[in-house]
């Protein structure tokens, strides 16, 4: 487990740049076993966060509590000892062009010290762990992004670590690749029951991959929990963009350009209905035109899975002048939608 | 040209050979680790003393900036207290090495420099000690760039050592001054000159070789 108890990191003025706070009241707990995603804009105080974990950085005021232990007060040989409990993998991968994909993976392990027999057999597991064992004699020069990060992926878990820290591992991927590290990470999740804590700027990734999230915005804390829960019912306005990446809130331009704000005769009310929850969305447009009778025209949708719960939002026209739209925001209302009137189109 | 002559020129050529190996041995081995330190040891670096390193950089700057010639007869004292003579060839070797030991740390500095910050970060991450980071991480990576900076160190040696003909230090330049230009012998010349562009050749081509060599594998980053 992981937990920060009331961190602060400050870096201090240095060579007339001024000094940045970059982590304030941090107070949280990631649970064993679980995977965290960590989402942030750039300069939220992710990296620092992630790097408080593995004792690269030392907070301000607070402590980082991982296995039982407070990182933040080792140091020297210590806190090297206890690092190697800790694996991370980097946006660049970061792996010696000077040595082989095994003899990259190997590295970790000379430094703790093992014997050559040891190494050689783990580095045979751990390729094949990763899906790659036939790139042992290859250097990064010749394998692929994907490849790369299987490689830094099988050097984090060389000695065997309770904790995977990921710096935006898959932001120099390509989706489909992406997708792949995503599974092999859940899968080292499940099988190796690796805490995994995954720091990353892309909704896609928490959306894939995370149970837990917590969102940063200016080195606070601004909403952390379940992934589904804080999804459905985003609170503050960062987490809104983010989900808003995910199920877009733009109008389609060509329903942007035509909409008015005042009604015209014989057109239709743009209404805007949020779907949260599972199967929510499923049949609102149907019940929707059948209790009120209206012939309820379904402009735009998007209606995405986040934690196994409905996430969308849905632009109904409904026919019909003002009464019809009293009419509809009322049933939504009634059935727990929240749903806003957007202007009209003729 | 007379068996004699030629003698003269074998012999010549075996103390420049010698000079400048064992200045070069003895450079890089001053150099590497000095050379390493400078690269390491700025604020926040692996090894920070930032007032060490402004006082090595300073030392390291001014014998870089003393003609050689000047540094040869300068250090005379120190010549004749570790080599116990400051005539000859071995003698020789001690300002060779003084002055090829910043030069070769400057060179190693900026190759160390050129390994990507964030491998020092990721080795740290996973529990390494700075030496290890060092030798299992700097260093190999940094290879290419240590090889062709040894062999610069090693062609400026051949240069220097003419030098220090100068002081009766033997080897080609002082062959050359001696007989192609006090005694007037243009074959005389022309025949130093001709192994001296050899030696050059011969040591750039065979650096250039290695760099490549440990460089193949690299090339694509």
Known sequence: MVRFEAISKTYPAYRGKPGVNALQDIDFAIPRGSITGVIGRSGAGKSSLVRLINGLEKPTTGRVIVDNRDISALAGRELRLAQRSIGMIFQHFNLLSSRTAAGNIALPLEIAGWTKADIKARVAELLALVGIADKHDRYPSELSGGQKQRVGIARALATRPSVLLSDEATSALDPQTTRAILDLLANINRELGVTIVLITHEMSVVRQLAREVVVLDGGHVVESGHVADIFTHPKHPITQSFLAEVIGDSLPVSLASRMTSEPSAGGQAVIRVQVRGAGAGDTVVARLARDLGLDVALLSARIDEIGGQHVGSLTLGIPGGEDAVTRTLAWLSQHQFSAERLGYVA | ?221
């Open chain 2, 1 to 221: 040209m007379s068996p004699e002559l030629i003698n003269l020129i074998i012999q010549a050529t075996g103390e420049s050979l010698y000079m400048v190996g064992i200045a070069a041995l003895l450079g890089t081995a001053f150099g590497l680790p000095l050379g390493v330190f400078l690269a390491t040891s700025r604020k926040g670096e692996l090894f920070a003393a930032p007032l060490v390193n402004r006082v090595l950089g300073i030392v390291v700057n001014a014998t870089r900036s003393t003609p050689f010639i000047i540094l040869v007869v300068a250090i005379i004292p120190f010549t004749r207290l570790i080599a116990g003579t400051s005539i000859g060839s071995t003698a020789a070797i001690v300002p060779l090495t003084i002055a090829s030991t910043p030069f070769i740390a400057r060179l190693v500095e900026a190759a160390i420099r050129e390994v990507d910050g964030g491998l020092i970060e990721t080795a740290s991450s996973f529990g390494a000690s700075p030496l290890q980071i060092v030798f299992k991480v700097l260093i190999p990576e940094a290879l290419p760039g240590l090889l062709l900076a040894l062999t610069l160190a090693v062609v400026s040696l051949l240069g220097y050592s003419a030098m220090v003909g100068a002081v009766g230090g033997g080897g080609l330049g002082d062959l050359g001054i001696r007989y192609g230009y006090q005694r007037f012998m243009p074959e005389m010349m022309l025949a130093v000159v001709v192994v001296l562009i050899a030696l050059v050749q011969l040591v750039q081509s065979a650096g250039d070789y290695l760099a490549r060599r440990v460089n193949r594998r690299l090339r694509h980053r």
